[in-house]
């Protein structure tokens, strides 16, 4: 089973500062099968990103990815208030689609 | 409206048994593979048991094999999971997700969710 490690665990900034979240794989991702979702407080997740770059359907620019292989990036370019959040990558490229552990974007 | 509403979760003692219901409405429920996602109170996410379109394949993590049973109506437009001898460590929120595209895993659109505790 692929093992997803993200970094840092929280990460403390501004609005309208740049954040830069990762998401390590132990074994290599293949076809860039890697996910984001940001989930609030008392919401169900949200997709972000899919095949590690591809913006989901209404989800602004600001949001980018990045990566292949094993290690893999979400950028937020400039936050906003609404961003901060828990965000997950997902690798999906198996029957069992392992999640890691989440990231906290929260205001410094 | 395109939604997913999960009903079915409540206050279960360990070792019982409780089937969760998610209904779908505004898609055609029966050309996506589903699945239910669960999160632990102040947890991450958990990925449970997935099931193909058509109920030819069925998927589930380590944690719930032989306990749990996913299955659809596609007459119906919904999904169920079956859950049994239930875990203090089953206690999460269960959320029901659409697959975004065919053999695709990642989920593009997700329930509300229903708690399941499991508790004496």
């Known amino acids: 089973e692929n093992v997803l490690t993200q970094s840092p665990g929280t990460l403390s900034l501004s609005p309208g500062e740049r954040a830069t979240l990762s998401c390590r794989a132990s074994?290599?991702?293949?076809?860039?099968?890697l996910a984001w979702y940001q989930q609030k407080p008392g919401q169900a997740p949200r997709l972000l990103i899919y095949?590690?770059?591809i913006r989901a359907t209404g989800i602004p620019d600001r949001f980018s990815g990045s990566g292949s292989g094993t290690d893999f990036t979400l950028t937020i370019s400039r936050l906003e208030p609404e961003d901060f959040a828990v965000y997950y990558c997902?690798?999906?490229?198996?029957?069992?689609?392992?999640f890691g552990q989440g990231t906290k974007v929260d205001i410094k | 409206e395109v939604q997913l509403s999960e009903s079915g979760g409540g206050l279960v003692q360990p070792g019982g048994s409780l089937r969760l219901s998610c209904a779908a409405s505004g898609l055609t429920f029966s050309n996506y593979g589903m699945s239910w996602v669960r999160q632990a109170p102040g947890e991450g996410l958990e990925w449970v048991s997935s099931?193909?379109?058509?109920?030819?394949?069925?998927y589930y993590a380590d944690s719930v094999e032989g306990r749990f049973t996913i299955s659809r109506d596609n007459s119906k437009n919904t999904l169920y999971l079956q859950m049994s001898s239930l875990r203090d460590e089953d206690t999460a929120v269960y959320y029901c997700?659409?697959?975004?595209?065919?053999?695709?895993?990642?989920?593009?659109?997700w329930g509300r969710g229903t708690l399941v505790s499991v508790s004496s």
């Open positions: 099931i193909s379109s058509r109920s030819d394949y069925t």
């Open positions: 997902q690798q999906y490229g198996s029957s069992s689609p392992p």
């Open positions: 074994q290599s991702v293949s076809s860039s099968n």
């Open positions: 095949g590690a770059y």
């Open positions: 997700a659409k697959i975004g595209s065919i053999g695709l895993w990642y989920f593009d659109l």
